[in-house]
């Protein structure tokens, strides 16, 4: 990654609007399908992979990790994968 860049979590579960501040201010958003999508600016591969260890450490599964484009949509030709490096359609 070489700059800020816009990336969508999304977890199990329904995160309450207070892990915001812990998850360095990501958009939460409670999804009807019992997941929470995390979207927002992160500035490097550090900072990335602090989000990450700290979702971690909440017990929560991760379920799709992707970097969006300025237009909100997925970016280049990657797909998201689950855990088990399995496609999700």
């Not at 892990?19 to 409670?30: E, G, N, P």
Request: glycine fraction near 14%; hydrophobic fraction near 40%.
């Amino acid at each position: 990654m070489t700059g800020p860049a816009t990336y969508e979590i999304q977890v199990v579960g329904h995160l309450d609007d207070h892990w915001a501040a812990t998850l360095d201010d990501l958009a939460l958003v409670r999804l009807d399908d019992g997941t929470t999508s995390l979207t927002g600016p992160v500035i490097d591969q550090a900072q990335l992979h602090g989000v990450l260890a700290r979702i971690r450490d909440l017990g929560v599964p991760l379920l799709t990790l992707r970097a969006l484009d300025g237009a909100g949509g997925a970016a280049g030709t990657e797909h998201p994968r689950d855990l088990g490096g399995q496609e999700r359609r």
